[in-house]
């Protein structure tokens, strides 16, 4: 079965740093885009970040670009996340999801809450 299992997530203060993970597995991992989406407290889902299969094209969304960073290890499959100068505006449930479109994702983890507060 595909499953998605993401890690890395927690409390942190303005200004500081995570590193979030996404574990895949039961498909061909480095055959697919897979990117990360989050949903804050009480809104809607929010793309953040994607990356092609052998990390040639990376796309971010307008609100995080500059300040994270994603990449990936196909021989691990598993996905990364490395977020930077955290904002109280980044607090949200993220997940990683596998792409099988433009923007579009098929299968999803159960997410990693980041929390970004003093």
């Known amino acids: 079965q595909v499953q998605l299992v993401e890690s890395g997530g927690g409390l942190v203060q303005p200004g500081g740093s995570l590193r979030l993970a996404c574990a895949a597995s039961?498909?061909?991992?480095?055959?697919?885009?897979i990117g990360w989406v989050r949903q804050a407290p009480g809104k809607g889902l929010e793309w953040v970040s994607d990356?092609?299969?052998?990390?040639?094209?990376?796309n971010y969304a307008n609100s995080v670009k500059g300040r994270f960073t994603i990449s990936r290890d196909n021989a691990k499959n598993t996905l990364y996340l490395q977020m930077n100068s955290l904002k109280p505006e980044d607090t949200a449930l993220y997940y990683c999801?596998?792409?099988?479109?433009?923007?579009?994702?098929?299968?999803w983890g159960q997410g990693t809450q980041v929390i970004v507060s003093s």
């Open positions: 999801a596998r792409g099988w479109g433009v923007y579009e994702y098929d299968f």
């Open positions: 990356i092609s299969t052998s990390s040639g094209k990376k």
């Open positions: 039961g498909f061909t991992f480095g055959s697919h885009y």
